[in-house]
């Protein structure tokens, strides 16, 4: 192969969104290690709590601050600030959310190829994504966590996830969510 400024160099504004990330650098890139994507989080909007049977994973908090739990409920729970690098072990449930003003923005760093197929997958939606999701990528989302997360630190969304509230069925958002789910 040969390396041209075109192959290795990847600038700001380059990459390939997709629902919810922007696929900086494919793990085929790489010798199939690793991939590198960027997110971000706007304020009172959680990531869905969720864990991966295939990959590691690292942020990279690149401005803002967020709000990790990391373990399932009753986990470890602490703030990660601009700088800092969050370690997300397979196998082991994590979330992070945004209360803070100003967007979040960071970098994750999956072992593998794994992540990118269920990041690639969002473009079709990211609850068709997620309902696919443990089946296809090993990775499983638990939404009755999520909405102990969104009551419990008053958050108003699901990053990835646009969601009409106020035309759902049901009372509680747990009802809510499942009849938003019916509905795909």
Request: proline share 4%.
């Amino acid at each position: 192969m040969a390396y041209t400024a075109n192959t290795l160099l990847i600038k700001p504004d380059e990459g390939e969104a997709t629902d919810s990330m922007v696929v900086k650098v494919r793990a085929a890139q790489l010798g199939g290690d690793f991939s590198i994507m960027e997110g971000s989080i706007d304020k009172d909007q959680l990531l869905a709590p969720h864990s991966h049977v295939h990959e590691d994973q690292c942020v990279f908090i690149i401005a803002g601050e967020i709000e990790f739990e990391v373990g399932g409920e009753g986990g470890e729970r602490f703030t990660a600030p601009a700088g800092s690098y969050v370690i997300k072990p397979r196998g082991i449930p994590h979330a992070f959310w945004n209360k803070r003003d100003e967007q979040v923005r960071y970098i994750e760093l999956s072992g593998g190829r794994g992540f990118e197929g269920f990041t690639d997958s969002t473009r079709f939606g990211a609850i068709r994504a997620g309902m696919q999701s443990d089946e296809k990528f090993g990775v499983k989302f638990y939404m009755d966590y999520a909405l102990r997360l969104m009551k419990q630190h008053g958050l108003t969304s699901i990053r990835g996830v646009q969601m009409p509230w106020e035309q759902l069925e049901g009372s509680s958002p747990l009802e809510k969510l499942r009849s938003f789910i019916r509905a795909r």
